[in-house]
């Protein structure tokens, strides 16, 4: 059945967010329906904000609400060691884990010649620069254990070599195919401290 044009516009919406099907998204709709109204547009308010201050790290890529992320504003954390991840999640995962104390960088991805994504389309060239300022001692290459993720540690490991800059990979415990993102607590500390010299 045909719900009022502004109720299936609402569900139109949700169901373009991931997970979200039609069920789901009717159910949501009529659930914000019966909210109080300031309960309801809590959640237009939150969306807008979210789109009107959250911004990337000037620096590495991180979610920021300044030009700066927390990271990379944290004097604490030791700028020796980079950590390049493919996405922010990834960030979400390692910080989760606790104990690392570096900084990051994030990739928006990885190379992948069969779907375009070339290294122009990442942010490498950022990267590099950030290694050629010096200070940087150790490149761990957090990528994803897929054979795109693989190329792409292989790829930044001959450019940090051409720097001088050890690079490490991450170590087993990730299972090939699945992500950093949704590896668990203990998972990604092992990958962590398993981490090998990349050979290129
Ligand atoms: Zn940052």
Known sequence: MEL????ERLIAELVKLPTIGRKSAQRLAFHLLRREHDEALALARAIEDMRARVRFCQRCGNIAETD???????????????????EVT?????????????????LGGCLSPLHGVTPDRLSIEPLMARLREGGVRELIV?????????????????????????????????????TVE???QVTVQKALEG??????
Request: some cysteine; proline content about 5%.
């Open 4 to 7: 009022t044009p502004t109720m």
């Open 142 to 178: 957090a990528t994803n254990p897929s054979v795109d993720g693989e190329a792409t540690a292989l790829y930044l490991a001959r450019l940090a070599r051409s720097l001088g800059i050890r690079t490490t990979r991450i170590g087993v415990g990730i299972p090939i195919g699945s």
């Open 68 to 86: 700066l992320c927390a990271l990379c504003s944290d004097r604490s954390r030791d700028r020796s060691t980079l950590c390049v991840v493919e």
């Open 195 to 200: 981490r090998r010299e990349i050979e290129p």
């Open 90 to 106: 990834d960030v979400v995962a390692f910080e989760r884990g606790g104990s690392y104390r570096g900084l990051y960088h994030v």
């Open 182 to 184: 949704f590896a668990d």
